[in-house]
């Protein structure tokens, strides 16, 4: 079974600062690794999926990258409306799996 | 646009069981797939397990593995997800989301959770 662990469980940032979270795996997911932001009271929003690619009408300053075990989400300069906890998630299409990471606070600092 | 509405909140006594349904408004289910998440109070998400509902197929996380059945109508685009033996630890707010199918700029093959629903609470209590 494949795990996923988050760092830092929580990072403070000014805003307009750049932010970066870890995702990584327990063993090799190659690129099958997508990101959720959510906010208090409001359920999850897809950001990134593939690693990298954006989802449609996320912002650009938000960034994916990584493959194999270790994936990074990158926040340009952070906004006011992007702090929240983001979750990184391993998914298998057949059978159908996921597997969410811990996520990692964004708080403003 | 397709909208994921669920059920109301539930209070439920140990060990009882609860049902917990998602209905597709604006829309149908196609053949997406519908995944059930839960968090709760304070804590992360928690993959369940979904269902095809063309296909009617089903997977469960390990953990849920004979406590919960998740089962479709497509007639009415509506799915449903039954926990039964319920503890005071599946107080939790469930979700629906859908699974949709995305291609990257390699024409490599993804899923994404890009609907939710507004979640359920399910307070276990005696």
């Known amino acids: 079974e494949i795990v996923m662990t988050q760092s830092p469980a929580t990072l403070s940032v000014f805003p307009g600062e750049r932010a970066t979270l870890s995702c990584r795996a327990s063993q090799s997911v190659t690129n099958k690794v997508a990101w959720y932001q959510q906010k208090p009271g409001q359920a999850p929003r897809l950001l990134i999926y593939g690693a990298s690619t954006r989802a449609t009408g996320v912002p650009g300053r938000f960034s994916g990258r990584g493959s194999g075990t270790d994936f990074t989400l990158t926040i340009s300069s952070l906004q006011s409306e992007d702090f929240a906890v983001y979750y990184c998630?391993?998914?298998?299409?057949?059978?159908?799996?996921?597997?969410f990471g811990p996520g990692t606070k964004v708080d403003i600092k | 646009q397709v909208q994921l509405v669920q059920s109301g909140p539930e209070v439920k006594k140990p060990g009882s069981s609860v049902s917990v349904s998602c209905k597709a408004s604006?829309?149908?289910?196609?053949?997406?797939?519908i995944i059930w998440v839960r968090q709760a109070p304070g804590q992360g998400l928690e993959w369940m397990g979904g269902?095809?509902?063309?296909?009617?197929?089903?997977n469960y996380a390990q953990k849920f593995q004979g406590r919960i059945t998740i089962t479709a109508e497509m007639s009415t685009n509506t799915a449903y997800m039954e926990v039964t033996s319920l503890r005071s630890d599946d107080t939790a707010l469930y979700y629906c989301?859908?699974?949709?199918?995305?291609?990257?700029?390699?024409?490599?093959?993804?899923?994404?959770?890009?609907?939710w629903g507004q979640g359920t609470m399910v307070t276990v209590s005696s």
């Open positions: 604006g829309g149908t289910f196609n053949n997406n797939a």
């Open positions: 269902i095809i509902p063309m296909f009617g197929t089903t």
């Open positions: 998630q391993h998914y298998i299409s057949w059978p159908l799996t996921f597997t």
């Open positions: 989301a859908r699974k949709n199918d995305y291609y990257d700029s390699n024409g490599y093959y993804h899923d994404g959770l890009d609907i």
